[in-house]
């Protein structure tokens, strides 16, 4: 049974970081693709970085060179580190996973089947 539960959001000033977590148990690291998401209400969910079963790591324009997803090598748990936070970076943050076999791809296209609650990330100027 896969679970993804987010924790680490909160409120900061614009420059500032924030390391966002997300315990999934169930998940294989082998065999799952792994990504984190954000939304701000009536818009559409955003892919904000992910990392396939082979352990390749994408990340959309806006957050490269600032955000760093990483996995935990001894447990089932997926890293956000966030650094040099903008407003726009504002939104609820999901953690998202989907079983795609090993060595699969994974865009950020991908129909992701399991997500977490979200944890709420705020970014003032």
């Known amino acids: 049974q896969v679970q993804l539960v987010e924790s680490g959001g909160g409120s900061v000033q614009a420059g500032g970081s924030l390391r966002l977590s997300c315990a999934a148990s169930?998940?294989?690291?082998?065999?799952?693709?792994m990504a984190w998401f954000r939304q701000v209400p009536g818009k559409e969910r955003e892919g904000v970085a992910l990392?396939?079963?082979?352990?390749?790591?994408t990340y959309a324009d806006s957050v490269k060179g600032r955000f760093t997803i990483s996995r935990d090598s001894a447990k089932p748990i997926l890293w956000l580190q966030m650094n040099s936070l903008q407003p726009e970076d504002s939104g609820m943050y999901y953690c998202?996973?989907?079983?795609?076999?090993?060595?699969?791809?994974?865009?950020?296209?991908?129909?992701?089947?399991?997500w977490g609650q979200g944890t709420q990330v705020t970014v003032s100027s």
């Open positions: 169930g998940v294989t690291h082998s065999t799952y693709c």
């Open positions: 990392i396939d079963s082979d352990y390749e790591k």
């Open positions: 998202a996973a989907e079983r795609t076999g090993r060595a699969a791809p994974c865009p950020m296209s991908t129909n992701f089947n399991y």
